[in-house]
């Protein structure tokens, strides 16, 4: 058995794969469906604080993602797109894809975007139909404050599409309070849950900028609006896959239920960030540590391939590279969901460590010692949000 260990996708709980194998119903033409299918949609937006809509789709991350793009973007359309990482920059090759007209504004990939600076550009630069920015930039560990950005775009008359596929329910949100107009979530990340569902909150106006578009939505998959009226008519625009949904109603459950989530994230995240600054390695980001991922350099003298190999075969752990700009430069630890607890971590960073002795790289302290010496002296100084 190979203990997940990664930023996505993550453990997945006993009680979730069971609700996975249950009997299951025609989701198209029973109605007890498309209760259930509305409950859980209401309860994911209840613990994302919003009223507005929520969908669940069928399809990874990516296509909730893809279908904000797909179903906001008009030809000709000027759109920001917030570049602080490598999915920040992805989501312009959503807004080409269909026609849109993407405007990069770029900020160091080692820090979370500049609030002020971002502030100062948008005096000048504000002709934009939406905005899209990533909350927990995965792959470099960089976490956004989308409670500052969104108020401001949204002040411009900017409509925003936040990627949070990798930090819901790790890091709270407030969609409302917030005013982001579509937040993107997936079932693999901290929901753990097996990989294959998206899901959306979308604000009423930009729904009605959807319904008002002048040309039609070049999409049928990935078309929102195809969603807007499943309820009233007890339709969807395909059938859905109602066993995944069974189990993202249990995995929702699971994080309901579970009251120190956020504390929970933030005092592992802390503490293992601790312990690779006390072994000697470096982390990639200088600031805005997302609470669900570490991001550890690899050092020049070493392999990235080797790291991971020894790790998996060794020790039956498995943890993350790097892809695109960072591909053999960095390692990832997922410590988000169910990953998330102190002994699987404290395991991955014993491992980690004894890894680095074998390929002649002793650290200068022990990974799991300083994580726990860490968590001994962590102060909580942190309230739930759930
Ligand atoms: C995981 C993730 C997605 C989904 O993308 P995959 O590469 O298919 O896993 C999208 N955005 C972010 C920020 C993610 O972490």
Same mark, same amino acid.
């Not at 000048?124 to 909350?135: E, G, I, R």
């Not at 937040?183 to 929901?191: E, T």
């Not at 995240?269 to 390695?281: E, K």
């Given at each position: 058995m190979i203990k997940l260990m990664t930023p996505g996708p993550t453990q997945v709980r006993e009680n979730v794969r069971l609700s996975r194998s249950m009997e299951t119903t025609n989701p198209d033409l029973d109605v007890d469906f498309y209760n259930d299918y509305h409950a859980l949609c209401k309860q994911i937006g209840d613990m994302l604080h919003t009223k507005n809509l929520v969908y669940i789709m069928s399809g990874e991350g990516i296509l909730g993602l893809e279908a904000s793009c797909a179903s906001i973007t008009e030809p000709g359309d000027k759109v920001l797109v917030l570049d602080n990482g490598i999915f920040g920059k992805g989501f312009g090759d959503f807004v080409s894809i269909y026609g849109g007209i993407p405007v990069y504004y770029s900020d160091s990939y080692e820090h979370e975007i500049n609030v002020e600076r971002l502030a100062s550009f948008l005096e000048s630069h504000h002709d934009f139909k939406y905005a899209t920015l990533v909350h927990c930039d995965t792959p470099s560990g960089v976490l956004n404050e989308i409670d500052k950005i969104c108020p401001l775009l949204h002040n411009y008359g900017i409509m925003t599409v936040v990627d949070a596929v990798s930090s819901m329910f790790g890091e709270p949100i407030d969609v409302d309070k917030s005013k982001i107009d579509i937040l993107c979530g997936a079932s693999?990340?901290? %929901? @753990?849950? +097996?990989?294959g569902l998206t899901f959306l909150t979308v604000s009423k106006s930009t729904l009605h900028c959807m319904e008002n578009r002048?040309? +039609? %939505?070049? @999409?049928f998959y990935a078309n929102i609006l195809n969603f807007k009226d499943y309820y009233k008519k007890k339709w969807f625009p395909y059938t859905m896959p109602i066993s995944d949904i069974y189990g993202l109603q249990t995995a929702i459950e699971n994080i309901k239920k579970d009251k120190k989530i956020y504390q929970r994230h933030k005092k592992i995240a802390s503490c293992v960030r601790n312990a690779v600054i006390s072994s000697g390695l470096e982390l990639y980001i200088k600031s805005g540590y997302s609470s669900t991922v570490t991001v550890i350099k690899v050092p020049d003298v070493l392999n990235c391939c080797d790291i991971l190999t020894i790790l998996k075969e060794k020790y039956h752990i498995l943890i993350a590279g790097g892809f695109d700009i960072l591909e053999n430069k960095v390692i990832r630890i997922g410590h988000m969901g169910?990953?998330?607890?102190i002994d699987d971590v404290a395991e991955t960073l014993d491992a980690l460590s004894r890894t680095f002795e074998l390929l002649h790289y002793p650290l200068e302290k022990n990974l799991k010692t300083s994580f726990i010496t860490s968590l001994e002296s962590y102060e909580e100084s942190y309230v739930d949000t759930l």
């Amino acid at each position: 058995m190979i203990k997940l260990m990664t930023p996505g996708p993550t453990q997945v709980r006993e009680n979730v794969r069971l609700s996975r194998s249950m009997e299951t119903t025609n989701p198209d033409l029973d109605v007890d469906f498309y209760n259930d299918y509305h409950a859980l949609c209401k309860q994911i937006g209840d613990m994302l604080h919003t009223k507005n809509l929520v969908y669940i789709m069928s399809g990874e991350g990516i296509l909730g993602l893809e279908a904000s793009c797909a179903s906001i973007t008009e030809p000709g359309d000027k759109v920001l797109v917030l570049d602080n990482g490598i999915f920040g920059k992805g989501f312009g090759d959503f807004v080409s894809i269909y026609g849109g007209i993407p405007v990069y504004y770029s900020d160091s990939y080692e820090h979370e975007i500049n609030v002020e600076r971002l502030a100062s550009f948008l005096e000048s630069h504000h002709d934009f139909k939406y905005a899209t920015l990533v909350h927990c930039d995965t792959p470099s560990g960089v976490l956004n404050e989308i409670d500052k950005i969104c108020p401001l775009l949204h002040n411009y008359g900017i409509m925003t599409v936040v990627d949070a596929v990798s930090s819901m329910f790790g890091e709270p949100i407030d969609v409302d309070k917030s005013k982001i107009d579509i937040l993107c979530g997936a079932s693999q990340k901290v %929901i @753990s849950a +097996p990989p294959g569902l998206t899901f959306l909150t979308v604000s009423k106006s930009t729904l009605h900028c959807m319904e008002n578009r002048t040309t +039609p %939505i070049a @999409s049928f998959y990935a078309n929102i609006l195809n969603f807007k009226d499943y309820y009233k008519k007890k339709w969807f625009p395909y059938t859905m896959p109602i066993s995944d949904i069974y189990g993202l109603q249990t995995a929702i459950e699971n994080i309901k239920k579970d009251k120190k989530i956020y504390q929970r994230h933030k005092k592992i995240a802390s503490c293992v960030r601790n312990a690779v600054i006390s072994s000697g390695l470096e982390l990639y980001i200088k600031s805005g540590y997302s609470s669900t991922v570490t991001v550890i350099k690899v050092p020049d003298v070493l392999n990235c391939c080797d790291i991971l190999t020894i790790l998996k075969e060794k020790y039956h752990i498995l943890i993350a590279g790097g892809f695109d700009i960072l591909e053999n430069k960095v390692i990832r630890i997922g410590h988000m969901g169910e990953n998330c607890n102190i002994d699987d971590v404290a395991e991955t960073l014993d491992a980690l460590s004894r890894t680095f002795e074998l390929l002649h790289y002793p650290l200068e302290k022990n990974l799991k010692t300083s994580f726990i010496t860490s968590l001994e002296s962590y102060e909580e100084s942190y309230v739930d949000t759930l």
